[in-house]
């Protein structure tokens, strides 16, 4: 059974920190199977960005980790689940240099 998806996430990220990408579940007994979930990071900014992809469920756990040159785009599509209200995606930015991301979903199951 579908539920309804969420609309797009979309963040402007400026500062070297940590920044949630795709927010916890609203229920502590919520869960979400997102499959096709499609995340889109675009290096607005001149510098070179490390970005490091992060699903925290009260801890930090590594997703992927990659430098955006100068207006590079990073394209990757994903499967994942979510529970409750810690398991959230996570972006931490090695630069103040500017950062779009988009989070979005093709499909959503409970």
Do not use: C
């Not at 539920?3 to 795709?22: E, G, R, Y």
């Not at 579940?25 to 001149?46: C, E, F, P, Q, Y």
């Not at 490390?50 to 990659?66: Q, Y």
């Amino acid at each position: 059974m579908s539920i309804q998806l969420p609309a797009p996430q979309t963040t402007n990220i400026t500062t070297a920190a940590t920044t949630d990408i795709l927010d916890a579940r609203s229920g502590a007994n919520d869960t979400a199977h997102v499959k096709r979930g499609m995340l889109t990071i675009r290096n607005k900014g001149a510098a070179d960005n490390t970005v490091t992809l992060i699903k925290s469920d009260g801890s930090a756990n590594e997703i992927d980790e990659f430098t955006l040159a100068a207006e590079e785009l990073y394209v990757n599509d994903w499967d994942m689940v979510f529970r409750g209200t810690t398991d959230k995606l996570q972006l931490l930015s090695s630069s103040t240099s500017a950062l779009d991301v988009v989070v979005s979903f093709i499909e959503e199951t409970p």
